[in-house]
């Protein structure tokens, strides 16, 4: 990562620009520098960490909540079809909205719509109930994280450089805890991490509300910014290659607590909340790292499309050991895990492949990508359960590997638009940071 950075106070407005000098040191920010920021800052940044831990929040909780509520898996693992529908919807238009509302208006909007329905959630007396507040969750969950970036590096007072690596800490934190926090608070109660979500946010609100003080007015963006920039055939190709991957993802994420605490149950033991939580900490803790350590440095050597080639590979791999182990607890603890690692690099690697393969704003471009590769994540909830139950257990992840094997066909037939990906990426510090984040948010 080089130290040098440009004004990203409006993301969503301004076309990609060559990178100015930074003014920290020629190695970039140090340890110090970094952790050394305004108290706006540190508010945006603790509200980020606990909004991405609801990626892995409610997956210890689902078998809880089915067995509770008296509900098939099917039906539960809507949870996050409704989360990631209205957020691939809302993904088209943040960019207009936060530029027709500000930055600072429209995080404090989103914060408070999680903090709304996450307690709602919380006190929900039946899945129906659950799935549909699950959504307004996601609606909030996409306009904050859609403007936190901007929104911390507007708010540093020096180097941007410095502010983006407490951001992408606060990002790694979130993904790795999210789950061990849902096991903890799920071994009380299915609703208490519903709970614990509404309160660290409503903090989180409340910091940011009286300590972010001043933004730049973001230019105006098209309404239909993001729906026009689809007809671009590199983001196109690349679109349609997240929607199958996405699939993939939520299959796994989704569906494997299911299975994983039929082969504990098999085995004689209860897993639990407290031990899903576990197993996707381990899941957790793997994708943060490589999402933010190592598909940097993989990108560089390899370069991009070959790097998504190989993760792409190895993944379809791993769904068919999945389907073969999925009786076998161990095995699919070990395979959960080592799916987390390789989907952080492929996450931040597909991200940064959509910002460097089209000149459109960087800002428009990812709510267009994203808003299409949450559709493939709204649909594997929704499709697994019934397969499975139609089927055998290890189906849906037959189906996912037939997915992967999708999005590989996908890139490779539309690599003559990609001729803009270089063998080296070119991204600068706040582009990478967006990559991370718009391959990570959930």
């Known amino acids: 990562m080089t130290s040098s950075v440009r004004d990203a106070s409006a993301p969503t407005t301004t076309p990609r620009t060559p990178p100015t000098p930074a003014a920290s040191s020629p190695s970039g920010p140090t340890l110090r520098e970094a952790f050394r920021q305004p108290k706006a800052v540190w508010a ?5 960490t606990v909004s991405f831990m609801g990626i892995g929040l409610v997956d ?32 088209f238009f943040t960019s207009w909205f936060a530029a027709k509302l500000g930055t600072k208006r429209t995080l404090l909007i989103g914060l408070l719509l999680v903090v709304a329905f996450a307690a709602l959630a919380g006190a929900a007396g039946s899945v129906t109930e659950i799935i549909g507040l699950r959504a307004g969750w996601g609606l909030g969950n996409a306009l904050f994280i859609s403007t936190a970036l901007a929104a911390i590096v507007g708010a540093t ?19 790795a ?39 730049k007015a973001p230019e105006p963006v098209s309404p239909l910014a993001a729906v026009k920039a689809l007809a671009h055939p590199a983001l196109r190709t690349l679109a349609l290659t997240a929607i199958f991957y996405n699939f993939a993802f939520f299959t796994l994420l989704a569906y494997s607590p299911f299975p994983l605490e039929a082969a ?24 943060a790292i490589t999402s933010v350590l190592v598909a940097p440095l993989l990108t560089r050597h390899l370069g991009l499309l070959p790097t998504l080639l190989t993760a792409l590979g190895l993944l379809t791999v791993l769904m068919l050991a999945l389907m073969l182990f999925h ?17 952080g690099i492929m996450n931040t690697a597909l991200t940064e492949t959509v910002m460097e393969a089209t000149d459109l704003p960087r800002g428009v471009a990812s709510s267009a990508y994203s808003g299409v590769r949450f559709l493939g994540g709204a649909i594997a909830p929704a499709v697994a359960g019934p397969l499975a139950a139609a089927t055998v ?31 080296h990426h070119t991204l600068d510090p706040v582009e990478e940071a967006e ?8």
């Open 157 to 175: 007072a020096g180097p941007s450089a410095g502010a983006i690596i407490l951001y992408e800490s606060a990002l790694g934190l979130g993904m």
């Open 44 to 48: 945006i940044a603790f509200a980020a």
């Open 435 to 442: 990559a991370v984040t718009a391959g990570d948010e959930v």
């Open 264 to 287: 504990a149950a098999a085995q004689g033991t209860e897993f639990g909340a407290l031990g899903l939580g576990g197993v996707f900490f381990g899941w957790g803790v793997g994708l």
């Open 177 to 215: 805890f999210g789950p061990l926090l849902g096991g903890l608070l799920g071994s009380v109660s299915w609703r208490a991490p519903f709970a614990g979500t509404a309160v660290l946010m409503g903090i989180g609100f409340i910091a940011i509300m009286a300590l972010l003080t001043s933004e």
């Open 60 to 91: 210890p909780i689902l078998p809880a909540i089915s067995e509770q509520l008296e509900a098939s898996p099917s039906q539960t693992m809507l949870l996050f079809t409704s989360y990631l529908f209205v957020t691939a919807i809302t993904m």
């Open 393 to 423: 257990a290890g189906a849906p992840y037959l189906l996912a590997a037939v997915a992967l094997v999708a999005s590989m066909a996908m890139l490779v037939l539309g690599r003559r638009h990609l001729a803009a990906v270089g063998t």
């Open 327 to 343: 009786t076998s607890m161990v095995g699919l603890i070990v395979l959960i895990v080592l799916g987390g690692l390789l989907l």
